[in-house]
């Protein structure tokens, strides 16, 4: 698969070899060296690159479709079950997602060189942030071929070189994605190593990519917990990562019933599988007689298990106990745990016991509750009236996302193009020298 | 040292029994609990207890001297170095700095709660970021005992609560000082665990502190490059580190001569242990004739030992040859490397091979080089006609440091109270649901 790094015979004769750990260097000094160019690639460039590479796409539609019909007939024949097979499938509607998608990105603002707060200093030098890219990325996924041009679009725009690691199961599908890449880098007059896919799908290659500081800045890895947490515990290079979505709403007494029903059901029922579904519901005890028997038709109806504390089986003698171990659990499915607190202080020690810090909402009318709410709930996303569901780059505006961080440091909740940049400072003077 | 963990005597006894892994998961513990204190905490009760602890300060003047004549005593016995004498010894006038350093902290505004960029989404709901404290810090450092009362200072008025690891040598000293500071939470009526000094000088304590992130968020070292290196490699946590600062200034051809000369002379003479001090002179070829014999005559007078290139030495025959090794070195000592380079390209490019990206500047009087300049050097400061001596906390404005980044995610360069917090997203509605 000569596409995949046709600018280096060098990687080619090693990955014959099969020295991943060579090869794998290769990528990164080709990936650093592409990142100095970007580094100064001016936005129009950038732009031009992705509508070239929409248009490349559009041009392969049919490869990328035969390349895709290889992978799942693999895929079935090695016993994927359904759900892996579904999130590998391309067509026409998830071909022009990818095509809208880039050209989407080229329309945002590019965030690399604005400067924040420049101002005059009492020596008479001028301080400022400048935003800036990170320099070279790596990314590491899984099944979902479209990953392989959503994450090559926010780096290239952010302005960072990229070197990514999809699944084994995708690769005749990656691989013909990265061609369309390549030559839309190439239209555009970018070096084709600004985004390299990984040509192995050897596991070493996973194992070197989080181990060159020298040449990756940085590494996000998307895909199941186990995954995202062997390459936390084993990387030399910092990792933007996501680990659970153990997501609670408060129900206050002062909320309005309309308003609380509508969130705790969307909450839990929109999507069962993502992270920013609500997994636990606290119930002020003043209003649980009102409101559970109401929320419990309404969850029945959408086939929602629920699994409550003592209190809440008064009420709803139809929960399961819940266990120490509910409290805890991403159920990720049409499972819910219910307690009911007495007051917003059991609710919040409770949020910050059992909770995993990613979003958590409080339905309430009550203001200084509200205010409270907000400062003291350490989570990547604390919401008043709203569904823990908006907890998303596209639904905070922020064009697109290439994950969202459970971590504190650098970047917190969804990331988008600005996660992927940092600031450098920067000083204008006119001889000033230090006294 | 009972003052060290009054609120612990769980702490004392594993103390006393020598398990340390046991003593620093109970200081983990107790940090992560005031942390939430310090969450909620108002900034006046912030500012009243540092301006009690400067009080405390005072009024503890003469114990905390003795504290130290005793660590200077044993010191002397051990056989430190001069140097090391010198950092760890306090004087009246040190002291009153501390106190000074602590009132300037209250005056600082709190930067925990801004909220940024709030705008309504087509969803009706508002979204905007809110800053934040991170948690829990910890802080490992070396000789200096006035480092214990600036980094618990500045994680106070960030929000956040530390676990302080000084040096063996300043022990008496900082359990002193720690007292100080532990009287003055408590007049303020902030958990006494809000700064926990570790009271113990085995090195397996500094292991345990980097080994927990449940109870602790980030790691800043403050000492030399193999401390910081080590705590790197092996920390579990995430680390803000301050490795090699080797910062060029590039003198181009239109260059003001007599801003260049103030220039390049202070960047390398005002200090030579720091890490803003210029390592490397690059000068273009055609004004290479002109100033570097003025430059030289001016290192003279400094007594500053010259080391060029070829080029260099043609011109300045006094110089000696440098190697390959001097375009790596961060001197920190009267010693310059000189190179002569043809254009401003061939100074980015030696800038980029050789630098620490850490602060880098050019001299010019050329409107479009400064801005290339400005663009392209990957540096976490990068300044046009201002000495690299400025880049510094103080100078750039943010009234306090806690240290110098040379990481790129989170902090990049002087890291002030803004470095120590981080922003969640905060959502305001109205009912909505996602649909």
């Known amino acids: 698969m000569s596409v995949l790094a046709p600018f280096h015979d060098e990687a080619q004769q090693q990955l014959g070899a099969g020295d991943i750990p060579a090869y794998m260097k290769t990528l990164g000094k080709a990936a650093r060296s592409a990142a100095s160019a970007l580094r100064r690639a001016e936005t129009g460039t950038k732009n031009r690159a992705l509508n070239a590479m929409a248009n490349r796409l559009e041009g392969a539609r049919q490869q990328i479709l035969d390349a895709n019909a290889d992978d799942l007939a693999r895929g079935q024949e090695n016993g994927l079950d359904s759900a892996l097979l579904d999130r590998l499938a391309l067509n026409d509607a998830r071909i022009d997602a990818m095509i809208e998608g880039l050209r989407q990105v080229a329309a945002l603002p590019d ?22 890219p990170l320099g070279v990325v790596g990314i590491i996924y899984e099944s979902r071929p479209n990953v392989t041009l959503e994450a090559a679009s926010l780096c290239l725009k952010s302005g960072n070189a990229c070197i990514l690691r999809g699944g084994s199961e995708a690769r005749a599908s990656n691989a013909a994605i990265s061609e369309c890449i390549a030559r839309g880098l190439e239209d555009a007059g970018l070096p084709v190593s600004a985004v390299q896919v990984v040509a192995t799908t050897d596991r070493a290659a996973v194992g070197a990519l989080i181990s060159m500081p020298e040449y990756v800045d940085v590494i996000i890895p998307r895909g199941g917990k186990s995954l995202i947490e062997r390459i936390s515990r084993e990387a030399k290079v910092p990792v933007i990562k996501h680990l659970d979505g153990v997501c609670h709403v408060y129900i206050d007494t002062t909320a309005d019933p309309a308003k609380a029903l509508a969130i705790a059901v969307n909450a839990k029922t929109h999507r069962y599988g993502t992270c920013n579904t609500m997994e636990t519901l606290l119930v002020d005890a003043p209003i649980a007689d009102l409101l559970l028997p109401e929320l419990a038709r309404a969850y029945g109806e959408h086939g929602v298990e629920l699994r409550g504390c003592e209190r809440t089986r008064t009420l709803l003698p139809q929960a399961l106990a819940a266990s120490e171990e509910d409290w805890y659990a991403e159920y990720l499915a049409p499972v819910l745990a219910i307690k009911v607190v007495d007051g917003m202080d059991e609710a919040i020690a409770h949020i910050e016991q059992y909770g995993s810090h990613h979003t958590d909402a409080i339905v309430t009318q009550d ?14 996303s604390v919401m008043v009236n709203a569904s823990t569901r908006f907890a998303d780059g596209f639904e905070y505006g922020l064009g697109a996302e290439i994950g969202i961080s459970t971590d504190k440091l650098h970047a917190r909740g969804p990331v988008g193009l600005e996660g992927l940049t940092t600031q450098k400072y920067v000083v204008f003077g006119d001889g000033q020298v230090r006294q």
């Open 367 to 380: 203001y200084s509750l509200a205010r409270r709410f907000m400062a003291e709930v350490d989570s990547s």
């Open 111 to 132: 965030p690399v060189g604005e400067i924040d707060g420049m101002s005059y200093r009492p020596t008479g030098i001028q301080v400022g942030k400048m935003r800036v």
